[in-house]
């Protein structure tokens, strides 16, 4: 069974700075991963997602990330933050499982404040 | 944004009551899936399914059932609610397949729950 693990709980930048939010999966193949986001009180929105291919995918507000197979990692990467981007960051994986069921296993969640 | 509704928007029930909530689709998707989302555990599988009268169950099952007739409605039932089931309640869809892998799970705005 796939799972997924973000090794921070909770991270604040500076507005302006960088950011690097963490990934790690398990699974026995290639996975799909996808990178969400939660704003208070909202549904999750898709980031971005990586299937196959290029390994650095683009996604939406300026998000980027990088499959790595040999760590089995996916961060989230922004270079520069914006205070709008404090939010809850849920990485994802899915995966086929016992034929055609296919599943979404998402990590815990990191939480991100934005300093002014 | 995806055609999702999720029905209550809020709901307060009293311990041993059963509870239904209902997701609708507009999508035609054949994928369904209900989440439980808690602080300090993210998004947790209950159970989904991968089309008409056919369902399994995700990592955290117990005490709910779920049902679906028709394409566009999922239901979920807790068959007798306990304070355990307070949460707030995710439907997501999603169409994904050997042929389709650009389908990731889209959200609705969520069910509060809260059991007393």
């Known amino acids: 069974a796939q799972s997924v693990t973000q090794p921070d709980i909770h991270i604040t930048v500076s507005e302006g700075a960088s950011l690097e939010l963490r990934c790690n999966y398990s699974?026995?193949?290639?996975?799909?991963l996808f990178w969400y986001v939660q704003s208070p009180g909202q549904g999750l929105q898709l980031l971005l997602k990586?299937?196959?291919?290029?390994?650095l995918v683009q996604g939406i507000k300026g998000f980027e990330a990088e499959f790595k197979r040999s760590q089995s990692s996916f961060n989230l990467r922004k270079p520069s933050v914006h205070w709008s981007d404090a939010a809850e960051y849920f990485c994802?994986?899915?995966?086929?499982?016992?034929?055609?069921?296919?599943?979404?296993?998402f990590g815990k969640g990191t939480l991100l404040t934005v300093n002014p | 944004d995806a055609g999702i509704t999720q029905s209550p928007r809020h709901k307060v029930t009293e311990t041993g009551t059963p509870v239904t909530l209902r997701c609708h689709q507009t999508e035609n998707h054949r994928y369904m899936y209900w989440y439980r989302q808690d602080p300090g555990h993210g998004l947790r599988l209950i159970h989904y399914s991968y089309g008409v009268k056919d369902t399994d169950k995700g990592e955290v099952s117990d005490g709910y059932s779920v049902s679906r007739s028709k394409t566009e409605d999922f239901l979920l039932t807790l068959e007798s609610a306990t304070s355990s089931q307070t949460s707030v309640y995710f439907c997501?869809?999603?169409?994904?397949?050997?042929?389709?892998?650009?389908?990731?799970?889209?959200f609705g705005n969520g069910t509060r729950l809260t059991v007393t």
């Open positions: 990586y299937f196959s291919g290029d390994t």
């Open positions: 699974y026995g193949a290639t996975p799909y």
């Open positions: 997501a869809i999603s169409e994904p397949g050997w042929g389709s892998y650009n389908s990731p799970l889209h």
């Open positions: 994802a994986v899915g995966a086929f499982s016992g034929g055609s069921n296919y599943k979404l296993t």
